[in-house]
């Protein structure tokens, strides 16, 4: 059986100091303090959660540049896994200064930027990060597909509620275990510092008791107004479902559009599972 833990909500004033929502000079030349976390666990004190849980956070980064020896720019796109269990995850605005931190500067080759890059960002997570690099843009071809499932979006349902409200999850009570993967390109949320809206498309894959469809559609639609960060907003719906639906396993991902060359993409599941590099037709 799983056990919760349910502590009071807590303030991150931390966020103050945040680059985001505050004008800034881009660094010319590398500059890793320009980096910024984010204490995972301030926010996970308001969450009646499931322990422990498996996931990750897979960003993407389109504008990633740095100078051969030579002096020749080099280009690639980069892809970022900062583990669930770290215990900061990174501000995205400070992760943009950080990477066009590199623009000017020159180094050997593809392997000495990602092992900066690894170091840094572990560093700043406080676990270890995976940083790949992928430089050969004129030979790449990357997957691009819609999220694997059943889609509710075409459900006539009356929205009222435009904050995150676990009591639409209604299940089923005649005790009938199912398997179903569902799927919503209309989850919005709002950055908590700039109020900017982070759109986006969620996977919920579950083993259960039946979840009503137009419920759950509901429940993504709730977090319109919501003010949270992309982690925060899927470990938000991994706990309320769990919490609601009592599921045997429950996977919850969210694929966000990217913002200034970089989208993410957490994943919060009950079980060890393997993240597919797919992008959605709108990243």
Same mark, same amino acid.
């Given at each position: 059986?799983?056990?919760?833990?349910?502590?009071?909500?807590?303030?991150?004033?931390?966020?103050?100091?945040?680059?985001?929502?505050?004008? =800034? $000079?881009?660094?010319? *030349?590398y500059?890793? *303090?320009?980096?910024?976390?984010?204490?995972?666990? %301030?926010?996970?004190?308001?969450?009646?959660?499931?322990?422990?849980?498996?996931?990750?956070?897979?960003?993407?980064?389109?504008?990633?540049?740095?100078?051969?020896?030579?002096?020749?720019?080099?280009?690639?796109?980069?892809?970022?896994?900062?583990? +669930?269990?770290?215990?900061?995850?990174?501000?995205?605005?400070?992760?943009?200064?950080?990477?066009?931190?590199?623009?000017?500067?020159?180094?050997?080759?593809?392997?000495?930027?990602?092992?900066?890059?690894?170091?840094?960002?572990?560093? $700043?997570?406080?676990?270890? =990060?995976? $940083? %790949?690099?992928? *430089?050969?843009?004129?030979?790449?071809?990357?997957?691009? &597909?819609?999220?694997?499932?059943?889609?509710l979006?075409?459900?006539?349902?009356?929205?009222?509620?435009?904050?995150?409200?676990?009591?639409?999850?209604?299940?089923? +009570?005649? &005790?009938? $275990?199912? %398997?179903?993967?569902?799927?919503?390109?209309?989850?919005?949320?709002?950055?908590?510092?700039?109020?900017?809206?982070?759109?986006?498309?969620?996977?919920?894959?579950?083993?259960?008791?039946?979840?009503?469809h137009?419920?759950?559609?509901?429940?993504?639609?709730?977090?319109?107004r919501? %003010?949270?960060?992309?982690?925060?907003?899927?470990?938000?719906?991994?706990?309320?479902?769990?919490?609601? +639906?009592?599921?045997e +396993?429950?996977?919850?991902?969210?694929?966000?559009?990217?913002? &200034?060359?970089?989208?993410?993409?957490?994943?919060?599941?009950?079980?060890? =599972?393997?993240?597919?590099? =797919?992008?959605?037709?709108?990243?």
């Amino acid at each position: 059986m799983p056990f919760w833990i349910l502590v009071p909500q807590m303030s991150d004033s931390s966020l103050h100091a945040a680059p985001l929502g505050r004008d =800034v $000079v881009y660094p010319t *030349t590398y500059d890793p *303090t320009v980096l910024f976390p984010i204490d995972r666990e %301030t926010n996970r004190q308001s969450l009646l959660r499931p322990g422990p849980w498996f996931g990750a956070d897979h960003w993407n980064a389109y504008e990633v540049s740095w100078l051969n020896r030579r002096g020749l720019p080099q280009a690639a796109i980069a892809r970022f896994v900062v583990p +669930a269990e770290s215990p900061c995850l990174i501000e995205s605005k400070s992760f943009k200064l950080y990477l066009n931190s590199f623009n000017e500067t020159r180094y050997d080759d593809a392997q000495q930027v990602a092992a900066i890059m690894r170091t840094d960002l572990s560093r $700043v997570a406080g676990a270890e =990060v995976q $940083v %790949t690099l992928e *430089t050969g843009l004129d030979r790449l071809e990357i997957l691009c &597909g819609p999220l694997p499932g059943q889609c509710l979006d075409q459900l006539d349902v009356e929205i009222e509620r435009y904050e995150p409200d676990p009591s639409l999850l209604i299940v089923a +009570a005649d &005790g009938e $275990v199912v %398997t179903e993967s569902l799927v919503s390109n209309l989850l919005k949320s709002n950055c908590p510092v700039t109020g900017q809206p982070d759109w986006g498309s969620v996977l919920i894959r579950y083993t259960g008791r039946r979840i009503d469809h137009e419920g759950l559609l509901k429940y993504i639609v709730s977090f319109r107004r919501h %003010t949270e960060f992309h982690e925060h907003c899927v470990e938000r719906m991994y706990c309320d479902i769990w919490n609601a +639906a009592q599921p045997e +396993a429950l996977y919850v991902e969210a694929r966000y559009t990217r913002r &200034g060359g970089l989208d993410i993409n957490p994943w919060r599941s009950s079980q060890p =599972v393997q993240f597919h590099e =797919v992008r959605t037709p709108r990243q």
